[in-house]
T-cell receptor
Framework: NAGVTQTPKFQVLKTGQSMTLQCAQDMNHNSMYWYRQDPGMGLRLIYYSASEGTTDKGEVPNGYNVSRLNKREFSLRLESAAPSQTSVYFC???????????FGPGTRLLVL | AQSVTQLDSQVPVFEEAPVELRCNYSSSVSVYLFWYVQYPNQGLQLLLKYLSGSTLVESINGFEAEFNKSQTSFHLRKPSVHISDTAEYFCAVSEMGTYKYIFGTGTRLKVLA
């Protein structure tokens, strides 16, 4: 069991470039989440997918899009990266609402 | 709206001393409460959680937290810390029936030899 995996681990982008962060889980979880972590701000929810085929905005969705490709995979896309999107991005999954969330190792993104 | 407050951004403590990391929350509905730990360059891992029942919950590595509804608190304690407990600790709240966690800003625990 790999748990929650994320690719890439590190990425450097120039302002205006686009990229997709990939996330996959092998725990047969229904719900998946994308967070960003910034110093002094804790984790903030960007988007979540309660179940396959659904996605909803979190606290900070602007500048991001998501796709729940299937039950296992949930991707996060930055269409036009901005320096304010420099952060560490974590994917998580859970069986459902209120359940324990399991986190991936994170993607460190630097936007120049 | 929900909110979570971790007042202490950093807590230094000597090895084998007790420690308390504070967490207060606000919510107009019933909540579930969680503590997560993050070791350097890793994702978050669940330390313990309160869903219902006994207000005192324990983890396998000696941490405990007590849910206090009247004070809207869920403080994390350990009677004797180890160097290996050095990490960042996050308190989180989830309103019943929702998918959204609200995380606190984290407390960096540094255990000194």
């Amino acid at each position: 069991n790999a748990g929650v995996t994320q690719t890439p681990k590190f990425q450097v982008l120039k302002t205006g470039q686009s990229m997709t962060l990939q996330c996959a889980q092998d725990m047969n979880h229904n719900s998946m989440y994308w967070y960003r972590q910034d110093p002094g701000m804790g984790l903030r929810l960007i988007y979540y997918s309660a179940s396959e085929g659904t996605t909803d905005k979190g606290e900070v969705p602007n500048g991001y899009n998501v796709s729940r490709l299937n039950k296992r995979e949930f991707s996060l896309r930055l269409e036009s990266a901005a320096p304010s999107q420099t952060s560490v991005y974590f994917c998580a999954s859970s069986l459902g609402a209120e359940e324990t969330q399991y986190f991936g190792p994170g993607t460190r993104l630097l936007v120049l | 709206a929900q909110s979570v407050t971790q007042l202490d951004s950093q807590v230094p403590v000597f090895e084998e001393a007790p420690v308390e990391l504070r967490c207060n929350y606000s919510s107009s509905v019933s909540v579930y409460l969680f503590w997560y730990v993050q070791y350097p360059n890793q994702g978050l891992q669940l330390l313990l959680k309160y869903l219902s029942g006994s207000t005192l919950v324990e983890s396998i590595n000696g941490f405990e937290a007590e849910f206090n509804k009247s004070q809207t608190s869920f403080h994390l304690r350990k009677p004797s810390v180890h160097i290996s407990d050095t990490a960042e600790y996050f308190c989180a709240v989830s309103e019943m029936g929702t998918y959204k966690y609200i995380f606190g800003t984290g407390t960096r625990l540094k255990v000194l030899a």
